[in-house]
Nanobody, 131 residues
């Protein structure tokens, strides 16, 4: 059974760092592009950062560019999101999602993945940044 499981969330002070992990199982991760999305209370889900299947192409939303870094370790079936210099506005539930790489690009995934095209989603993990 295909599964994505997020971990690494929690409470952190403004300016702090967290590293989220997305562990994949039940499907060949190396064939999939992976994206991190977030949803704050009362807001739509938005794409934060996405990475191609071979990690040679990444996309970051303007709100996190320069602060977040996405990476993947297919040998460990895990995708990471390093989040530095966190701000209160980064508070949200964070989700990882997977889409077959041949049908999307990181930019397309991050811009449209909350609406369509994703094959699997994790259940999400909370990140809270206090001021």
């Amino acid at each position: 059974q295909e599964q994505l499981v997020e971990s690494g969330g929690g409470l952190v002070q403004s300016g702090g760092s967290l590293r989220l992990s997305c562990a994949a199982s039940g499907f060949p991760l190396e064939e999939y592009a992976i994206g991190w999305f977030r949803q704050a209370p009362g807001k739509e889900r938005e794409g934060v950062s996405c990475v191609s299947s071979n990690a040679d192409n990444t996309y970051y939303s303007n709100s996190v560019k320069g602060r977040f870094t996405i990476s993947r370790d297919d040998a460990k079936s895990t995708v990471y999101l390093q989040m530095n210099n966190l701000k209160p506005e980064d508070t949200a539930d964070y989700y990882c999602g997977a889409a077959i790489a041949s049908l999307t690009s990181p930019q397309a995934m991050c811009l449209n993945g909350m609406y369509y095209g994703m094959d699997f989603w994790g259940e999400g993990i909370a990140v809270t940044v206090s001021s």
